[in-house]
């Protein structure tokens, strides 16, 4: 039998329970499928800070590039606040993208036919639903550029610098063509190359890439018009390429129109096999040990481990088919529910998926 392993960074907050249920749902997809995981706990975020005092441990950086891939919960929370922001749990999330060489990040928005009515959009601009990708720079632009603070002149002023490579820019458009040409064949490159050089320098090479993906058709628009965009027409969008920065707003945005931010897996790619895969939310410590939280994104999001890292194809389309499924009979988290639904806790949630893919 085929084995696998995983290492698992449940994280702060409701990490550690939305993990749970992707695990255990996992497994259930295993034993049907035929093939065994192994899991490796390890730390990142504040729990790694209130235990070893740094948000990443080297141990944990070991765990995660000896996998076959890696699974995240959630990190942060008020409580690290206070720190310095070279040591507060996001460091840690940055710092393991980094390690792992996790340059492409895949956020899927779709509006499950059940959850209709949970769209903030009016039925008739829904159109045919949604069903979009955002592909997300995630290992340059802004938040890894030059930043500082200084007092020219006795005024306090900081920076924060966007600076992107050709070749960084090359390697995830590529990744977006690629994906784009198993999708609608559809991609749109958003930047704001009316302002800033590192738009025009990605528009450039978007445009000379083009020309090896003629079955994509490659259109270009402007980030604050892609906005406003996603919530006036979002059928007219299949893929999206974008930058760190820009790809984070966009896909929060594109996170609200499904109706629940806890809706929303993600994948996190290198060049590689090796993929760290985690739902966009964050770790809600308000809701952590309240058995509430949505595990469907963390599901999700296992379901797409096994599909990148894995190449378990039929194991993940089981898990999707699984939550389509549950949503269909009408069970919904707090986040979902609607007036007259049936609202069910977390581990509630992970039963029903579980139940489905089994059967």
């Known amino acids: 039998m085929k ?11 409701i990490g550690p329970e939305i993990t749970r249920e992707a695990r255990r749902v996992l497994d259930a997809a295993a034993r049907k499928h035929g093939f065994d995981l192994r899991y490796r706990d390890a730390l990142l975020g504040g729990c790694a800070i209130d235990a070893v005092g740094e948000p990443l441990p080297a141990e944990t950086v070991s765990a995660c590039k000896s996998a076959d891939a890696v699974l995240l919960g959630a990190v942060g929370g008020p409580k690290w606040d206070a720190l310095p922001s ?20 895949l956020r899927p928005a779709i509006v499950y036919p059940a959850l209709r009515s949970a769209s903030p959009l009016k039925d008739d601009i829904l159109g045919d639903g949604l069903n979009l990708l955002v592909v997300r720079e995630l290992t340059g632009g802004i938040y890894f550029g030059q ?14 610098t966007e600076r992107y490579s050709a070749d960084e820019i090359e390697r995830i458009v590529r990744v977006a063509f690629s994906l784009a040409a198993k999708r609608g064949k559809r991609l749109c490159s958003v930047d704001k190359a009316n302002v800033l050089e590192s738009s025009r320098l990605w ?10 993906y003629p079955e994509v058709a490659l259109s270009h628009m402007y980030v604050d018009n892609a906005a406003m965009q996603l919530v006036r027409d979002p059928g007219q969008f299949d893929t999206i390429v974008t930058s760190n920065m820009f790809g984070d707003i966009l896909s ?17 790619l290198s060049s590689g096999s090796l993929g760290l895969y985690e ?27 096994l599909r990148y890292s894995l190449g378990e194809d039929a194991a993940a389309g089981a898990i999707e088919k699984a939550v389509d499924t549950v949503l269909e009979t009408g069970l919904r988290t707090h986040d979902i529910a609607m007036a007259g639904d049936r609202a069910i806790g977390t581990r509630a949630m992970g039963d029903a998926i579980l139940h489905a893919v089994t059967v």
């Open 147 to 160: 930043r500082g603070r200084d007092n020219t002149g006795g005024v306090p002023a900081a920076y924060d």
């Open 86 to 105: 070279g040591e507060r749990p996001e460091k840690g999330l940055l710092g393991i993208r980094a390690a792992l060489g996790l340059f492409a990040n």
């Open 203 to 212: 528009r450039e090479i978007a445009t000379g890439l083009a020309k090896e």
């Open 279 to 305: 739902p966009i939310h964050g770790s809600a410590p308000d809701l952590a040990g309240k058995d509430c939280a949505n595990p469907v994104a963390a599901i999700l999001s296992a379901a797409m481990l």
């Open 3 to 13: 084995t696998y392993t995983i290492t698992v960074l449940a994280g702060d907050g």
């Open 252 to 268: 929060d945005e594109a996170s609200q129109i499904t109706g629940s931010i806890g809706m929303l897996p993600s994948a996190s």
